[in-house]
């Protein structure tokens, strides 16, 4: 099994910073990608960002410029480091990974969620 567990959400003021962070565990053989996604209440999961095994980020437009993926191999975690907040990023955050856990098979895991609200 592989399990994500997100860490880093939280109350930040309009303008702000807030660093998300995501760490996979469990049996992973490979990650071939990890990224965030987001979900504000009765509205559809969007993508905010996402990065693949070999450094290729993808970031919805909305953030580009102000929000930051990265991620550590050694450590199987990505962040997302987001600046700028704006009242319309409050959201719960959710990390994905698509990994591989043995040969030929994989799957998509989803973290627990994180909230962040952008408010003064």
């Known amino acids: 099994q592989v399990q994500l567990v997100e860490s880093g959400g939280g109350l930040v003021q309009p303008g702000g910073s807030l660093r998300l962070s995501c760490a996979a565990s469990?049996?992973?053989?490979?990650?071939?990608?990890m990224g965030w996604y987001r979900q504000a209440p009765g509205k559809q999961r969007e993508l905010v960002a996402s990065?693949?095994?070999?450094?290729?980020?993808d970031y919805a437009e909305s953030v580009k410029g102000r929000f930051t993926i990265s991620r550590d191999n050694a450590l199987n975690t990505v962040y997302l480091q987001m600046n700028s907040l704006k009242p319309e990023d409050t959201d719960v955050y959710y990390c994905?990974?698509?990994?591989?856990?043995?040969?030929?098979?994989?799957?998509?895991?989803w973290g627990q969620g994180t909230q962040v609200t952008v408010s003064s």
């Open positions: 994905y990974g698509r990994i591989y856990y043995s040969p030929g098979r994989w799957n998509e895991y």
């Open positions: 990065i693949t095994s070999g450094g290729s980020m």
């Open positions: 469990g049996t992973i053989l490979h990650i071939v990608a």
